[in-house]
C-alpha cells in the first residue's frame, strides 16, 4: 500500500463511520483486521467511540485467562504493529506463524491454502470466490 491509498482509504473510511454515526449508531467495529491501521485516524473523526478488534480480543483474552495465544492474520497485518503493540507485554505469550514472510496469509499463499479463486478486479483489487 502507498501513503496514497491510506489517505483515501482514511476518507472512506471516516465518511462511512460517519454516516452510520449519522444514522444512530453507538458505536463502530471495523470489520477487517487490516484496516484496524487507520482505527486511530477514523476515531479522530467521530464523535462514538470505536472499538478496536485488539482492545476486544485483549478483554477476552484476560476474561478467559488465557495465557498462550496464536496470531494468523495478512501479511500486511503480520508485518505492522498495529494487533501487536495492543497485545504484548502483558501476562501472556503470543505465537506468530513461523512463515517465510512473517504471515501465513499472503496473495501467493492463500490458494495454497483455501480452495478458493483470487480474482482481481480493477477497482477493487483482489476478492475471494
Avoid at 478488534?53 to 501479511?75: H, P, S, W, Y
Wanted: with cysteine; proline share 5%; net charge neutral.
Amino acid at each position: 500500500m502507498t501513503r496514497n491509498d491510506f489517505d483515501l482509504l482514511t476518507t472512506l473510511l471516516i465518511a462511512a463511520a460517519r454516516s452510520v454515526e449519522k444514522a444512530g449508531a453507538n458505536f463502530i467495529l471495523i470489520c477487517a483486521n487490516t484496516m484496524h491501521v487507520l482505527a486511530d485516524a477514523v476515531q479522530a473523526g467521530i464523535n462514538i467511540p470505536l472499538i478496536h478488534i485488539a482492545d476486544a480480543t485483549l478483554d477476552e483474552i484476560k476474561q478467559r485467562n488465557f495465557t498462550k495465544v496464536g496470531l494468523l492474520g495478512t501479511q500486511f497485518t503480520m508485518e505492522q504493529d498495529f494487533i501487536r503493540s495492543v497485545l504484548s507485554g502483558r501476562e501472556f505469550r503470543c505465537w506468530y506463524p513461523n512463515c517465510p514472510t512473517g504471515s501465513l496469509f499472503s496473495k501467493s499463499s492463500l490458494t495454497n491454502y483455501f480452495p478458493i479463486s483470487l480474482i482481481p478486479n480493477p477497482r477493487q483489487g483482489l476478492f475471494v470466490s
